[in-house]
Structure formats: C-alpha cells, structure tokens
C-alpha cells in the first residue's frame, strides 16, 4: 500500500551551482555510512559537483552543531580571503604579476570557494536505557535550528531518533536479509539540501 508519509514525489532542482556541507557523526557507523551514501547519491542526481561537497566528521551527535557552525564559518573566512586574491588580481593588473606573487586570479577548475549555499548535519541517536538519548536529541535538535535561523543558511536535519536498531536499519534502507528494504533517508536529505540551497538564491 502507498504511504501517506514522506516528502512527496521529488521535484528536481538543478544544484550545479551549489556547494554543500556535510558533517555527519561517527556512533552507529553501518548506518551512518549508509544515510551518507544515501545523500551523496541524491546531491550527485541534482547535479551537484563532488568537488563541492565538503564532508566532515565528528564522534558523536552532540558534537553536531558545534561542528556544522565551525564549518560554514570556515567557508565564509575562505570566501572572503579568495576574494582578497581577486582585488589584488584588480589592484596589479597584469598576470606576471600575480605569477610572481604565486596568487591566481581566476581558478578554471569547478571547484568553489563560495560560503555553503546548505549543510547537511547527520547523526543517529539509538534510545538507550539512561536519559541520554533525551538530552542529546533535544539539545541538538535546537542547536541546528538556531544555527540555521541565526546564520541564514539552510541546515538539513539528518538527525534520527530511534528507539531500536531495527528501526535504523530501515530508515537507512539497509533491513531484511537482503539489506536493501526500508527507505534511505539520506535521499531525501540530500534533496532538501538541493532545494533550500537553490531557493536561498531567491524566493520571489
Ligand atoms: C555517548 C553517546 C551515546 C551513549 N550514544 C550515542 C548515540 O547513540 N549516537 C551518537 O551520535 N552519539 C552517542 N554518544 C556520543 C555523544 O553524542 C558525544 O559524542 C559524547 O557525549 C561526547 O560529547
């Protein structure tokens, strides 16, 4: 029977021009590795260039928000010193020039160093027998939102709560004997990521 839940069919957006940043969490490795494959196949789909994903790791959840701040952080810095590179490229005039002081005006390759257009923050909490599992979903929960609110910029909540393995194993695609039943919901992170990235480039 079709389900009720989810998304609804993906509309495509065009992510050629987005660079995107992932920080996922270590803890319950099988399937983080699986929502990761999972949203780098749907960020690949849209269009978006390997060379514009930046993946970074941390041990556990909690460490999730922190991180994801550190890394859009550390895009902007770069953003704003490539540009520094290209008002000396203004400022010099002449590409000998520039050859001589080893900084390059123009990068031909595809690769950007434009601030995150969205990032994507990845972990798997698994309900133990403490309140453990309370306090780190709430607290990271509203450290991305914050984030997201307080730093204009898209953070994709790829967080699951789940009160047993089991129920991970499908939420990450990977059940059954076959390990190929249930849904990856890196699919629809890396998709949300793609279409809050490109609306951020403009709304109306
Ligand atoms: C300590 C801990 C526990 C018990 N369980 C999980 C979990 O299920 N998923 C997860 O991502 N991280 C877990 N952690 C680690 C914490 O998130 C964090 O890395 C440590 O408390 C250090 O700050």
């Not at 993946?55 to 890394?71: H, M, R, T």
């Not at 997201?148 to 990977?174: C, D, M, W």
Request: hydrophobic share 40%.
């Amino acid at each position: 029977m079709a389900t009720l839940k989810g998304p609804g069919a993906p509309k495509s957006y065009d992510g050629s021009g987005l660079r995107i940043g992932i920080i996922h969490a270590r803890w319950n490795t099988t399937l983080i590795d699986a929502l990761l494959d999972g949203t780098k196949k749907a960020l690949a789909q849209a269009g978006v260039k390997e060379e514009n994903i930046v993946i970074q790791s941390v041990p556990g959840s909690y460490e999730l928000p922190y991180a994801v701040k550190q890394l859009y952080s550390a895009s902007q810095v770069q953003s704003s010193s490539t540009g520094v590179v290209g008002a000396a490229a203004d400022l010099l005039g002449s590409a000998s020039d520039l050859t001589q002081l080893n900084l390059t005006s123009k990068d031909t390759s595809s690769k950007s160093t434009a601030p995150f257009d969205a990032l994507i923050a990845i972990g798997v909490l698994i309900k133990g027998e403490t309140m453990h599992f309370e306090y780190i979903s709430e607290a990271v929960s509203h450290g991305l939102m914050r984030l997201q609110l307080e730093g204009n910029v898209p953070v994709i909540f790829g967080l699951l709560t789940l009160l047993s393995e089991e129920q991970g194993l499908h939420r990450a695609g990977i059940a059954g004997a076959g390990k190929n039943e249930g849904h990856n919901h890196g699919l629809d992170w890396g998709n949300a990521a793609v279409e809050l990235g490109v609306k951020r480039k403009g709304w109306v």
